[in-house]
């Protein structure tokens, strides 16, 4: 009795467009609503509400305080990003 062989294995086809489950490495690189930004604006619009409340709190203390602010979220974003880089 002869037996028939097996049949080959398929070849994954090659997709050049969206594949449901691939792994993209710039996934990640759209705009969300991260927790780092939530804080950055939930502190600008503390900084402005003293603005407005104060008199202490000046236009040159408020712009003051909001470059570094930014300077210091740019920062941690780009630490967060570097974090995740892989060298191949």
């Known amino acids: 009795m ?3 062989p097996p049949p080959p294995p398929e070849q994954p086809q090659r997709s050049y467009g969206y594949a449901p ?3 993209h ?3 990640s690189a759209s705009v ?3 927790s780092e930004l ?3 604006i939930v502190i600008e619009v503390i900084f402005f509400i003293f603005w407005l409340a104060s008199k202490y ?3 040159d203390l408020f712009l003051t305080l909001t470059a570094v602010v ?3 979220y740019l920062i941690s974003r780009g ?3 570097a974090s995740r880089v892989t060298e191949e």
């Open 21 to 23: 489950g691939a792994q």
């Open 38 to 40: 939530i804080l950055f």
């Open 70 to 72: 930014t300077v210091a």
């Open 79 to 81: 630490i967060a990003k």
């Open 57 to 59: 709190v000046n236009a």
């Open 32 to 34: 969300s609503m991260n």
């Open 2 to 4: 002869s037996t028939t």
């Open 25 to 27: 490495p710039f996934a």
